[in-house]
Nanobody
């Protein structure tokens, strides 16, 4: 069992930056693929970025060059640095941990990009 708690969301102006963090507990963190997903109002949840246990990274095309995912296996954390934020980035952001058939989600943190 893995428990995930996100933090760092909030209101930011277009062009601004935010850093999301996800703290994990309860299992062997390093084996999991850790990812960030988001869901805007009226839309399906979508992948933002993920990072495998071996360090491979994938980003959604919409965030490439603006967002950076990182993880600290010693601290059981995964972070998402978001720069050059756009109104279209407004969504609830969820942390995800995945290993084979095990799939865990945090409760989400709201990011609002607005002037």
């Amino acid at each position: 069992q893995v428990q995930l708690v996100e933090s760092g969301g909030g209101l930011v102006q277009p062009g601004g930056s935010l850093r999301l963090s996800c703290a994990a507990s309860g299992s062997i963190f390093s084996i999991y693929v850790m990812g960030w997903y988001r869901q805007a109002i009226g839309k399906q949840r979508e992948l933002v970025a993920f990072m495998t246990s071996g360090g491979s990274i994938r980003y959604a095309d919409s965030v490439k060059g603006r967002f950076t995912i990182s993880r600290d296996n010693a601290k059981n954390t995964v972070s998402l640095q978001m720069n050059s934020l756009e109104p279209e980035d407004t969504a609830v952001y969820y942390c995800n941990a995945n290993y084979l058939t095990r799939d865990y989600w945090g409760k989400g943190t709201l990011v609002t990009v607005s002037s």
